[in-house]
């Protein structure tokens, strides 16, 4: 190997400080055994790790490392979930905070909320987390009764966090739909209310928005972070990834993304609205290949793999600290892959001054992968549904380019958002 070349991860003292842009990981239900391991292998480009508060007791051994590593572990009470008919589960149900029906809004009013807020407190204190995301809800206007309720019950958390003395940060979990954020008025006078609600960062969960964006709608999320901006506090971007989320990140509109592991890289609630459908089996890992931006079953990427040699060599990881036997880890491992991966697309653009960080994401991200996806889908691939997915791919990856491009030369020197400090440097170590 090359002297040159410098193998990942790298040494603390050669990558980003805390300065670095942030990346949080949203523990699924079987996730914690994987993510485990990667924390073994010295990945330090992880922040921290958001805990469904329902799996807190299934994933306490990765509570217990990432606290002993001094990362951020961030309880998510599930209180967005708990008011819709499809997202109530026995689980949520037996939260101390749930209910055996969905919340309502005066489960929230007076005592009922102080209530709930004090239980989730203790249960973050008992579980040692060093975060909360707040107990919000879904909004759709400014003038959506919840939003009044929950500045009251981010009072009321932040209350209960002061009385116990320890230092537990609370985050204001703003979830709105892409019509609000795209309503320039609306939108400030939601922020306008915010200045009521205490908080050390702002996570932003847009609905019909995260890795499967179109340009215009990345387009239209950064523009509209910057009124998010004027607060000053950190803002994360949460459930976005793929080349939307580092899109977001490159342009300033947020400090950092958080996401699943193979999953919750967009945000949908018409799943929360309907009736719930009991029975199945859930979602498995996607394989992640950064090259042409996609998150495939297995069996859509194992096809790729054995189309042809030359994708086979295009698309499989060469990282020999993430994938030593190549493809066959992927496949093998594909949550590790996918993780590690983006710690190191985050971290690559951490390292590139702002000026230059937007026309860097072009050239480096969008543009190289708009070209891998249109060599492969060029190839001749038996199976039909890859060969759809990978012709939908080239015709978004077009109009894709043409936006971001047109983004950079527009050269829109608008503010930057302000980047989460990991939790050492919080610390003042």
């Not at 950190?234 to 996401?259: M, S, Y």
């Not at 967009?266 to 290949?289: D, L, Q």
Request: hydrophobic share 40%; charged share 25%.
């Amino acid at each position: 190997m090359s002297a040159n070349v410098i193998r990942l991860p790298r040494p603390r003292s050669q990558r980003p400080g805390p300065e670095g842009l942030g990346f949080y990981v949203r523990v699924g239900r079987n996730d914690h055994i994987e993510l485990l391991h990667l924390l073994g292998t010295g990945e330090e480009g992880i922040f921290g790790f958001v805990i469904e508060a329902q799996h807190i007791d299934r994933d306490q051994e990765l509570i217990t490392e990432a606290r002993r590593r001094d990362l951020d572990v961030i309880l998510d009470p599930k209180i967005q979930q708990m008011g819709f008919p499809g997202a109530h589960t026995e689980g949520l149900a037996a939260l101390p905070w749930g209910l055996d029906r969905r919340h309502n809004i005066t489960d929230f009013d007076g005592s009922e909320g102080q209530r709930r807020a004090a239980q989730i407190v203790e249960e973050a204190l008992a579980h040692d987390f060093t975060q909360i995301l707040g107990p919000t809800h879904l909004l759709n206007s400014p003038n959506d009764p919840w939003l009044r309720r929950d500045i009251a019950m981010m009072n009321w958390t932040a209350e209960r966090i002061a009385g116990s003395g320890k230092g537990l940060d609370l985050i204001y979990s703003l979830a709105v739909p892409m019509t609000l954020l795209r309503n320039t008025a609306e939108l400030r006078a939601v922020i306008a209310v915010l200045a009521d609600a205490p908080c050390a960062a702002i996570w932003l969960k847009v609905e019909n928005f995260g890795d499967d964006a179109t340009g215009e709608k990345v387009a239209a999320y950064i523009d509209a972070c910057r009124d998010l901006h004027e607060r000053g506090l950190p803002l994360i971007g949460d459930h976005i990834g793929g080349l939307p989320g580092l899109g977001a990140l490159a342009f300033g509109a947020v400090g950092g993304i958080a996401h699943g592991v193979t999953m919750q890289q967009n945000f949908r609630a018409s799943g929360w609205r309907r009736p719930r459908v009991t029975g199945g089996f859930g979602p498995s890992w996607r394989i992640y290949i950064p090259q042409i931006d996609l998150l495939l079953k297995p069996r859509i990427a194992r096809e790729l793999f054995a189309a042809s040699p030359k994708i086979k060599a295009v698309c499989g990881c060469r990282d020999t600290h993430c994938c030593p036997h190549g493809t066959s880890d992927m496949l093998d491992h594909p949550a590790r892959h996918a993780i590690y991966q983006r710690a190191r697309e985050i971290e690559r653009l951490s390292v590139v001054p702002q000026s230059i960080r937007a026309g860097h994401y072009l050239d480096q991200s969008v543009r190289r992968v708009s070209d891998d996806v249109a060599r492969i889908a060029a190839f001749p691939i038996g199976d039909a549904e890859l060969t759809k997915g990978l012709q939908d791919k080239q015709r978004e990856m077009s109009r894709f380019r043409q936006m971001i491009a047109h983004l950079v030369e527009s050269g829109n020197a608008a503010s930057v958002a302000v980047a989460p400090p990991r939790r050492q440097a919080r610390k003042g170590g």
